[in-house]
């Protein structure tokens, strides 16, 4: 059962408009949400993360949001850009006891087409 | 600015041959791992390591296994592949954080 679901496979959105990618989890235990961004062919690159303490952090014209009421995230980019084109996707994290592990639990990723 | 490798980038080999993927981090993280994906898929955790001498299985279960004699060093080995491996296999280390940082990935193909 997958506990992070990102349920748009793709997006397109015209350069220079918002771009809003969601995210919802089930495992209560998640403290901590992370998303990531992957261009083919490469590794994922870190964009911006969030703790459950907060509700929103900004970073540039990236933004994420998390609803804990909801078990949902977004993430928000003003303004489009087409070099934004590309896959993102959601992760989350719990602190296992004893090992300090901080392992994550990634959705199936959304494909955002940024259209000049 | 991370700093982790992964050789070979891509990889097409025969079935029943022994592969091993490189995998190695310059930022002296403790914790590195192992991702299988596949396109459209999530990333799933295969392998991971708190450290020298610690490896543990990931969630999704693979005929791979990995060693960790060096901190800086997560090789994954294939004794015999086959089609079924064919993916994507990503490489990521991380310190006392959350953030993950990866490699660029190796592309495996088995024929």
């Known amino acids: 059962d997958q506990q992070v679901k990102q349920n748009s496979p793709s997006l397109s959105v015209q350069e220079g408009r918002i771009s809003i990618l969601n995210c919802d989890y089930t495992?209560?235990?998640?403290?901590?949400f992370l998303w990531y961004k992957k261009y083919p062919a490469e590794g994922p690159t870190f964009l911006i993360s969030?703790?459950?303490?907060?509700d929103k952090n900004e970073d540039g014209r990236f933004t994420v949001f998390l609803n804990k009421s909801a078990k949902h995230l977004s993430l928000h980019i003003v303004p489009s850009q087409p070099g934004d084109s590309a896959v993102y996707f959601c992760?989350?994290?719990?602190?296992?006891?004893?090992?300090?592990?901080?392992?994550?639990?990634f959705g199936k990723g959304t494909k955002l087409s940024v259209i000049p | 600015e991370a700093d982790i490798y992964q050789t070979p980038r891509y990889l097409v080999i025969g079935t029943g041959k022994k592969i091993t993927l490189e995998c190695s981090q310059t930022?002296?993280?403790?914790?590195m791992y192992w991702y299988q994906q596949d396109p459209g898929m999530e990333l799933h955790l295969i392998h991971y390591?708190?450290?020298?001498?610690?490896?543990e299985k990931g969630d999704l279960s693979s005929e791979s296994t990995v060693s960790r004699i060096r901190t800086e060093h997560f090789p994954l080995t294939l004794e015999s592949a086959r089609p079924s491996h064919t993916s994507q296999y990503l490489c990521?280390?991380?310190?006392?954080?959350?953030?993950?940082?990866f490699g660029p990935g190796t592309r495996l193909t088995v024929t």
């Open positions: 990521a280390s991380s310190g006392d954080i959350y953030e993950q940082y």
């Open positions: 495992n209560s235990m998640f403290d901590y």
């Open positions: 969030i703790s459950s303490i907060k």
């Open positions: 992760a989350a994290s719990e602190i296992h006891s004893g090992a300090g592990s901080y392992q994550l639990t």
């Open positions: 930022m002296g993280h403790d914790k």
């Open positions: 390591s708190y450290g020298v001498n610690s490896t």
